[in-house]
């Protein structure tokens, strides 16, 4: 890994700190950038910050304020969404206004913005990961599909190159979201973007599991699906881990027979626990399907309510018999675990990621000092 580097011009990339996934699908791309010799700062917040110093502490780092998306037991997503318009609006713009003064004092020719809508500036070569070029509404929200189209190809225009981690095709993991539609003409694939592919799975000695609980996303959803687990898993009579998606907590604890709980674990620990085939229970967020697209594991997936893009996803994963979705209720859990075991998961390599070389054409086309 590199170390610090202050006299070669740096790439920027920023995550968006809703939830660990979108900086969790940073970590290949970052690892493809500092193997090529590229001088890499990180810039980010919350969780992901914490998650990102973990994974490479040799690198430069710059704490980016964030979005901050709160949820809400008793409200409906959409409604909650709805109101924080404004301030999410807000922190675009902020961040915007903020992104040349960062690129000339940390000398950045590049800035890599996953999902963070506001990281365009002409100063440097920009470029944005996205997997949502079409956003799907809450229902009652239907009639302003078109108009967030629209929203999202303003956007997208004003970056140099956008990149979608899929395929180009039908046979594809994002569905609806990244196809179907008239796509930019900066758009590129890059081939789903696992933090696994380029991380060699922990030697040490793991135990086996036979479930591996993988809890994410904002208060107060996190701890509610946290805490369904706990109450469900032990009637499975299985050997369960649950990481609890709390970065800095790693050391692996017993809560009961059968239960271990750990708050986070390094993509190398967490992808030698996964080589020996457990059942994995998580959210169906995007950056998830795409680790199990890599790893091959059986799943179950549960959507964050109100989140329409998880339930698109849960539900198109299981139309098409590859992960169980679950709609997060006690009755449905044991049918649930019984239908992943009968479908099929997804066979790794099936769809291809080309990360390595979208990486090695961004370096090639900015000449960016190595």
Same mark, same amino acid.
């Given at each position: 890994?590199?170390?610090?580097?202050?006299?070669?011009?740096?790439?920027?990339?920023?995550?968006?700190d809703w939830?660990?996934?979108?900086?969790?699908?940073?970590?290949?791309?970052i690892h493809?950038?500092?193997?090529?010799?590229?001088?890499v700062?990180?810039?980010?917040?919350g969780?992901?910050?914490?998650?990102?110093?973990?994974?490479?502490?040799?690198?430069?780092?710059?704490?980016?304020?964030?979005?901050?998306?709160?949820?809400?037991?008793?409200?409906p997503?959409?409604?909650?969404?709805?109101?924080?318009?404004?301030r999410i609006?807000?922190?675009?713009?902020?961040?915007?206004r903020?992104?040349?003064?960062?690129?000339?004092?940390?000398?950045?020719r590049?800035?890599i913005?996953?999902?963070?809508?506001?990281?365009?500036?002409?100063?440097?070569?920009?470029?944005f990961?996205?997997?949502? *070029?079409?956003?799907? /509404?809450? @229902?009652?929200?239907?009639?302003? =599909?078109?108009? %967030?189209? +629209?929203?999202?190809?303003?956007?997208?225009?004003?970056?140099?190159?956008?990149?979608?981690?899929?395929?180009?095709?039908?046979?594809?993991?994002?569905?609806?979201?990244?196809?179907?539609?008239?796509l930019?003409?900066?758009?590129?694939?890059?081939?789903?973007?696992?933090?696994?592919?380029?991380?060699?799975?922990?030697?040490?000695?793991?135990q086996?599991?036979?479930?591996?609980? *993988?809890?994410?996303g /904002?208060? @107060?959803?996190?701890?509610?699906? =946290?805490?369904? %687990?706990? +109450?469900?898993?032990?009637d499975?009579?299985?050997?369960?881990?649950i990481?609890?998606g709390?970065?800095?907590?790693?050391?692996?604890?017993?809560?009961?027979?059968?239960?271990?709980?750990?708050g986070?674990?390094?993509?190398?620990?967490?992808?030698?626990?996964?080589?020996?085939?457990?059942?994995?229970?998580?959210?169906?967020?995007?950056?998830?399907?795409?680790?199990?697209?890599?790893?091959g594991?059986?799943?179950?997936?549960?959507?964050?309510?109100?989140?329409?893009?998880?339930?698109?996803?849960?539900?198109?994963?299981d139309?098409?018999?590859?992960?169980?979705?679950?709609?997060?209720?006690?009755?449905?859990?044991?049918?649930?675990?019984?239908?992943?075991?009968?479908?099929?998961?997804?066979?790794?390599?099936?769809?291809?990621?080309?990360?390595?070389?979208?990486?090695?054409?961004l370096?090639k086309?900015?000449?960016?000092?190595l």
């Amino acid at each position: 890994m590199q170390s610090k580097d202050t006299k070669k011009p740096g790439i920027l990339i920023c995550p968006l700190d809703w939830g660990l996934g979108h900086a969790a699908r940073c970590i290949p791309v970052i690892h493809q950038l500092t193997k090529a010799g590229a001088r890499v700062v990180i810039g980010a917040g919350g969780a992901g910050l914490k998650l990102l110093r973990a994974e490479f502490p040799g690198l430069e780092f710059i704490l980016m304020p964030g979005y901050n998306i709160s949820y809400s037991r008793r409200f409906p997503l959409g409604i909650i969404l709805l109101l924080q318009v404004p301030r999410i609006l807000f922190h675009i713009i902020m961040e915007h206004r903020s992104i040349g003064h960062l690129v000339r004092k940390h000398d950045i020719r590049i800035v890599i913005s996953d999902n963070r809508y506001g990281l365009w500036t002409k100063h440097a070569y920009c470029v944005f990961i996205t997997h949502q *070029v079409n956003i799907i /509404p809450p @229902p009652f929200l239907n009639f302003t =599909e078109s108009l %967030l189209a +629209r929203f999202v190809r303003f956007i997208l225009k004003r970056y140099r190159e956008v990149w979608i981690p899929d395929a180009v095709g039908i046979y594809n993991l994002s569905g609806r979201l990244s196809h179907g539609k008239d796509l930019p003409p900066n758009v590129k694939f890059t081939g789903p973007l696992s933090r696994f592919e380029l991380t060699e799975p922990s030697d040490e000695p793991m135990q086996n599991y036979d479930i591996l609980a *993988v809890i994410s996303g /904002p208060e @107060p959803q996190r701890s509610a699906f =946290e805490e369904t %687990l706990l +109450r469900l898993l032990p009637d499975t009579n299985c050997k369960c881990l649950i990481v609890r998606g709390i970065p800095g907590h790693t050391k692996i604890q017993i809560v009961n027979t059968g239960i271990h709980i750990t708050g986070h674990l390094p993509a190398a620990v967490l992808g030698a626990i996964l080589k020996n085939n457990p059942l994995v229970i998580s959210r169906s967020g995007y950056s998830t399907i795409m680790d199990l697209a890599f790893t091959g594991n059986k799943a179950v997936l549960v959507a964050t309510p109100g989140q329409t893009e998880q339930e698109y996803l849960a539900r198109r994963m299981d139309d098409l018999n590859l992960f169980a979705c679950w709609d997060g209720k006690d009755d449905s859990f044991s049918d649930a675990l019984k239908k992943s075991r009968q479908y099929s998961g997804i066979v790794p390599g099936s769809i291809p990621s080309e990360c390595s070389e979208t990486c090695k054409e961004l370096l090639k086309t900015t000449g960016i000092p190595l």
